[in-house]
């Protein structure tokens, strides 16, 4: 197998709302830093890949509006509709296959601008047992979420105390739209929304864009910019669509993703091998069904672990250094995408004030596309 590497990556801060600037704009300027970042020009780039959902965006074939403002002009294109990290995964199979080698992935939110993103969502639902239901999309969150506390046996203040953490941790983090003083028993005592679910355990939204460039290990040692990071194993699942026929309190998908990303890279201990975590938090209790999934922790074990203090921004085992979706803000597929660009800036030293402690060789990455889907993916990257 061929080595791939991340050489570049690009963004631009997350904010709640960017009335001033449209999306190609945010695209732009995120794929300015990243060839920068590279030291390479759109010209060095082969092919490009774009994560985006065209619901989302308000248009059909969104990927047509894509590629002037990252390069791509009269370059290969193709579109992920899934989450950036499925992007990375496509990028790695084409410079595996030969196809290419270097690519460019992008995404971006604008969710600021949907007006009605629970309809939008909703389409999602089966279209015959579930939307005419007409009910929030996310009353399926607190559904799972009941079902997990029940056969785990964990406890709401277990997730309360990852929405805290994770709202806290992302006041260090200059890339983070969400960041809040609180403490589990400001979580605990928020409005409920979906029971158990409440208020702030769900991620709000925020405005970013992401690039990330990858390349062989030949071009990656030609260049003389940052240094490079690279890709050692990938791997999604997708499980059933229907939630008449689910898993409820068991991540399958999140499982199978991992499982194939580690069993590529040759990891055979996850809590040994990986040094910082960035898990999927779009609800506080994913976070803790995540880790379980991915094996980090055994069932029941992730929450008691993050009420301690010892899985989180700064626990023992590393999570969501940045703040997560919960502290970051959701960004849509582009979620994915920030996870990396945190790992990445993370092994280079380069996080800033909430650079974890430590020699850290070695991150993993794992994104869902959020209800009602059952699509995740993970990465595992090393220095």
């Given at each position: 197998m061929r080595k791939v590497a991340i050489v570049g990556i690009g963004y631009t801060v997350p904010r709640r709302t960017t009335p001033e600037l449209s999306y190609r704009e945010l695209d732009y300027e995120a794929a300015v830093r990243a060839?920068?970042?590279?030291?390479?020009?759109?010209?060095?780039?082969?092919?490009?890949?774009?994560?985006l959902e065209d619901l989302c965006e308000g248009t059909s074939i969104a990927d047509e509006y894509t590629p002037d403002q990252v390069g791509a002009m009269l370059k290969p294109m193709c579109t992920v509709g899934g989450d950036g990290i499925h992007g990375i995964a496509d990028a790695f199979m084409r410079i595996q296959a030969g196809i290419s080698d270097t690519v460019?992935?992008?995404?971006?939110?604008?969710?600021?601008?949907?007006?009605?993103?629970?309809d939008l969502l909703n389409y999602a639902l089966d279209p015959i047992l579930n939307r005419p239901l007409g009910l929030n999309p996310h009353y399926v969150a607190g559904l799972e979420m009941s079902a997990f506390?029940?056969?785990?046996?964990?406890?709401?203040?277990?997730?309360?105390?990852?929405?805290?953490s994770n709202r806290t941790a992302a006041l260090r983090n200059d890339l983070a739209a969400h960041g809040a003083t609180l403490s589990t028993d400001d979580v605990m005592r928020?409005?409920?929304?979906?029971?158990p679910l409440k208020e702030l355990e769900i991620s709000g939204s925020s405005d970013a864009a992401f690039c990330v460039i990858l390349t062989t290990e030949q071009?990656?040692?030609?260049?003389?910019?940052?240094?490079?990071?690279?890709?050692?194993?990938?791997?999604w699942s997708n499980d059933t669509p229907t939630?008449?026929?689910?898993?409820?309190?068991?991540?399958?998908?999140?499982?199978?993703?991992?499982?194939?990303?580690?069993?590529?890279?040759?990891?055979?201990?996850?809590?040994?091998?990986?040094?910082?975590?960035?898990?999927?938090?779009?609800?506080?209790?994913?976070?803790?069904?995540?880790?379980?999934?991915?094996?980090?922790?055994?069932a029941g074990e992730a929450g008691r672990a993050a009420a301690k203090g010892k899985a989180g921004p700064e626990g023992d085992v590393i999570v969501n250094r940045?703040?997560?979706?919960?502290?970051?803000?959701?960004?849509?597929?582009?979620?994915?995408?920030?996870?990396?660009?945190?790992?990445v800036r993370q092994l280079r030293g380069e996080a800033g004030r909430h650079q974890a402690p430590g020699k850290l060789k070695t991150g993993f990455a794992l994104s869902w596309r959020g209800v009602p889907?059952?699509?995740?993916?993970?990465?595992?990257?090393?220095k």
């Open positions: 060839y920068q970042d590279a030291g390479m020009k759109p010209a060095d780039v082969d092919s490009f890949v774009s994560c460019l992935v992008s995404s971006h939110s604008k969710a600021s601008n949907m007006k009605t993103p629970n506390l029940a056969e785990t046996k964990t406890k709401e203040e277990h997730c309360a105390a990852v929405a805290a928020s409005a409920p929304a979906f029971s071009r990656a040692k030609r260049r003389k910019s940052s240094p490079p990071v690279w890709v050692r194993g990938v791997g939630l008449e026929s689910r898993p409820w309190a068991y991540a399958r998908y999140a499982a199978d993703a991992a499982a194939r990303a580690l069993k590529m890279a040759g990891i055979k201990s996850v809590r040994k091998q990986v040094d910082l975590f960035e898990i999927d938090d779009t609800y506080a209790y994913k976070q803790l069904q995540h880790l379980e999934a991915a094996g980090v922790f055994k940045s703040g997560g979706a919960l502290g970051a803000g959701h960004m849509q597929d582009a979620t994915g995408l920030f996870r990396v660009i945190e790992i889907t059952t699509s995740g993916a993970a990465v595992v990257v090393s």
